[in-house]
Nanobody, 121 residues
């Protein structure tokens, strides 16, 4: 059984930074792709970034390219999302997901509970 626990969300002013973490329990973290999604109030869940098992392939949604960086530490079974130059439109609940680098939410077997990010203008 896989469990994912996100942390690091909070309230930040526009232009600021946050680093999200996703701690995974369960065997095989280093063998699977992982991803971050986000869901703003009243909107569908949106792919933000993915990372393959080795970390050498990292697709991003266009709106965060150059501002966000996804990374992973396989020794710690932890996924990260460094978010810089945050904008009010980045406000959402951020979820980590286990099992792929696809932009389609249905490709993922496990999800965390989410961590809220609020960016004030």
């Amino acid at each position: 059984q896989v469990q994912l626990v996100e942390s690091g969300g909070g309230l930040v002013q526009a232009g600021g930074s946050l680093r999200l973490s996703c701690a995974a329990s369960g065997r095989g973290f280093s063998s699977y792709g992982m991803a971050w999604f986000r869901q703003a109030s009243g909107k569908e869940r949106e792919f933000v970034a993915g990372i393959n098992y080795s970390g050498d392939r990292t697709p991003y949604v266009d709106s965060v390219k150059g501002r966000f960086t996804i990374s992973r530490d396989n020794a710690k079974s932890t996924l990260y999302l460094q978010m810089n130059s945050l904008k009010p439109k980045d406000t959402a609940v951020y979820f980590c997901a286990w099992g792929s680098t696809s932009s389609w939410p249905g490709a993922y077997a496990y999800w965390g509970q989410g961590t809220r990010v609020t960016v004030s203008s």
